[in-house]
């Protein structure tokens, strides 16, 4: 009892995280109708697994420094070999609980895991990042190659609802699945979070550090590299294996760059030095992948935005972003920039305003005409062909740009003044 | 495992060298090195700039691979070895150039330094969890290199003397029988220097050293025996007080003027 009390004093964020990711979906709970939203439902199923899928590229990225660009093999390949497991299953080829079709996902993960981590964990930087892409590039041909397993270009269909269930549970519904992904993105996460406590994980950050150091202490670089290579694919299969439990399709998509793409920017904008960093990178970016693809045809614009800026100006990303604060934090002086903050936050809204009414003038005006789509705010129709929306789109920018700049630089005052503060404060005694 | 080659090979010295030599394309840097170093000796190199002292230490810890000749540790040879592996047969070395994991605090660098000599291995399911035996080694090696009061800093925020001083920690931490030293005290002022003596004679007692080292005070003050290397050549190999008074030695270095 004493230790149960210990551990949610230390780790309270755990069951907190795990509490409010099953109380989301009730916030968009249809109660006229008294069913879930199925749309986020499944936008949270997706930050679950993605979840999971960025943790695992961080442990090569972050943690071993290898920059991997066909992560999404692992995922992929994983993903298909629940698929096929899952059709088995309901085909009574053999018998396997619903709630254990994602561990299939990583076995899969680690068996591909292990073979071309032997080919790629041969080499490291830049060489393993270009071995990397071409592996990812080839898994992606031979999707269309073997269609007994990739199943050519319609992909693996597949039905969750086994009747296999341990816990009774008969999987047809999204918010089961969901509470499944939670489950299941609750367990990786504990295990990839401990496993950066094992002698691998600290050897991981030790040969990304300093590989040829690693070696004088024994340590051969290259099986730090395999064996974390091969425990990071366990975990991408298992990303994998509840995709296959969400979508009930998996196509060759599952293992495209795209793919490997959003792992390394969830895991970057969010801030890949820090081991929860990617989980607020995986919201970001699903929102974004998922949310403004549906508001804007230029989705894609913001999102390489977002990270150009972040790469730009805050290369820790948000964790790295929040991690500044701690000194401020340790002096007690937070509150200090609330009023510096708000007072970005105004014309830092206008400055977004702009560009995005410049963005999306320029997108109406060459894919939306395209497609016959008009612009419109509320009920009023917008033609980007005349010269009055671009002009006001221009002026709200330089305004909002210009205002913007003075505050960040009253904002950076301050904020310099209060590291120092903390400086002097906090120096040895 | 180096303790069981040291007791199945008793008798043999802890470094030798045969006839080794280095090329790097058509420039010889190392021309035919003989040297043998028994068990137990505080044993430094010295020689002009760009007499080979580093490329000798990179040949012996398995850095580089001779072009001929032959090196073996405790009777056994390192041909065709690789790094990892000469040091699980009981060789640590330190680099010239400050080379730690700054990423990480102080007392996990010194903890990697332990965790293959402590069986810990490629383990990735058993849990360092703190209040473990090796915990309780890694911090009485930071008392020794008194620099327990930063177990927590980023060892890539230390100052230059405490890298220095954790360069070697991590060197010795694991325990091995030979310990090679480059350049141990280069860039340290006195204090640091007299600090540096003091902590290299207590954690290579009863250990073979071999140390390259520019400060003939410190190499007067450690050394069991000094060899000379000038262009790749031993000049000579002796006792400090014969060293000191042999005319070769002194014309090829000591008289140059720099102590």
Known sequence: MKVVVHLLRRHWLWPAAIVAALLLPFAFFDWAHGHHSGFVLVLLSQIGLMTIFALSYNMLMGQSGLLSFGHASLFGLGSYCAAHAMNAVKAGTFWLPTELIPLVGGLGGLGFGILLGYLATKQRATAFAMITMGMGELIAACALMFKGFFGGEDGITTDR?????????????????????????????????????????????????????????????????????????????????????????????????????AALLAAYIGGSGSFYGPILGTILVVLLQSGVSLLSNAWM?????????????????????????????????????????????????????GTVILVELTSFATIGSAEGQHLQIGARSIDPANGMPWLTGAVVLVVGGVWLRREARNFGVRWNMLIEDAKTKWTRP | ???????????????VLRGVRKQ????????????????????????????????????????????????????????GLAPHHINRMGLSRSFQITSIFPRMTVFENIRCGLLWARGYGY???????????????????????NLA???????????????????????????????????????????????????IRSISAGKTLLMVEHDMGVVFELADRITVLVYGEVVASDTPGHIRANPAVQNAYLGTGDN
């Not at chain 1, 950050?205 to 590299?225: I, L, S």
């Not at chain 2, 495992?1 to 007791?7: E, K």
């Open chain 2, 149 to 199: 009061a930063r177990r927590h800093v980023l060892a890539g925020l230390l100052t230059y003397a405490e890298q220095r001083a954790l360069e070697i920690g991590i060197t010795i931490a694991g325990g091995a029988e030979i310990i090679l030293l480059d350049e141990p005290t280069a860039g340290m002022s006195r204090a640091e220097t007299d600090a540096m003596v003091t902590l």
């Open chain 1, 301 to 353: 614009l913001y999102v390489g935005a977002l990270f150009v800026i972040m790469v730009m100006f805050a290369p820790g990303g948000l964790a790295g972003l929040i991690s500044r604060h701690e000194p401020i934090r340790r002096i007690g002086r937070l509150r200090a920039l609330l009023i510096p903050y708000l007072r970005l936050l105004f014309p830092g809204f206008i400055t977004v305003a």
């Open chain 2, 24 to 79: 790097f394309g058509r420039t010889e840097i190392i021309r035919g090195v003989d040297l043998m170093i028994p068990k137990g000796e505080r044993h430094a190199l010295i020689g002009p700039n760009g007499a080979g002292k580093t490329t000798l230490f990179n040949l012996v810890s398995g850095r580089f691979s001779v072009t001929s000749g032959s090196i073996a540790l405790n009777g056994q040879s390192t041909a």
């Open chain 1, 161 to 261: 609802v086994l009747g296999t269930s341990i816990l009774g549970v008969s999987y047809s519904a999204p918010w089961q699945v969901y509470c499944l992904v939670v489950a299941w993105t609750a367990i990786a996460t504990l295990l990839m979070r401990l496993q950066t406590q094992t002698p691998l994980g600290r050897m991981a950050n030790a040969t990304r550090d300093n590989f040829e150091r690693a070696q004088f202490v024994g340590y051969d670089p290259r099986m730090v590299r395999f064996r974390q290579f091969a425990a990071s694919g366990f975990f991408a299969g298992i990303a994998g294996g509840l995709y296959a439990l969400v979508y009930q399709i998996v196509t060759f998509d599952t293992m495209s760059a795209d793919t490997s793409a």
């Open chain 2, 123 to 145: 383990s990735s399911w058993r849990l360092l969890t703190s209040g473990r035996a090796i915990d309780r080694e890694t911090d009485a090696v930071l008392e020794k290199l």
């Open chain 2, 1 to 15: 495992m180096d303790q069981a080659v040291n007791h199945a090979a008793p008798n043999h010295p802890a470094i």
